[in-house]
């Protein structure tokens, strides 16, 4: 588990109105929880099938955890595994990377080849 960098994954028109407003203060869901849920590398693809398994093409935001400081806990979550999330909002500066995931021809995700590509 890398504790530098983490994901998060949103629909494409979402992501564009982050990146305008120029910060991320959470979906509904997320702030209902009081706080940003993130995935690590190796989570993604457990939140994808989860919670965005519906939509046809997703954004996967790189996220500089070290850029959010203190506002970043490890916690517990879906079967004990711990995840980061963030209490406060994250500034597009923390952003690192956007990338877009989408389905193959057979319907099936295909996530970028360093997070276990095709399954």
Do not use: C
């Amino acid at each position: 588990m890398s504790d530098k960098i983490a994901y998060r994954l949103a629909t494409p028109d979402s992501w564009a109105a982050v990146m305008m407003a120029g910060v991320f203060h959470g979906e509904p869901h997320d702030i209902a929880d009081g706080f940003i849920h993130l995935s690590a590398a190796e989570q993604v693809e457990g939140t994808l099938l989860k919670h965005y398994n519906e939509h046809p093409r997703l954004i996967l935001a790189e996220i500089d955890l070290e850029a959010l400081g203190d506002s970043v806990k490890w916690e517990k979550s879906r079967g004990g595994a711990l995840f980061p999330h963030v209490y406060g909002d994250i500034p597009a500066s923390a952003v690192r990377g956007v990338r877009h995931v989408r389905r193959n021809e057979e319907g099936d995700w295909v996530l970028p080849s360093d997070l276990g590509g095709q399954w």
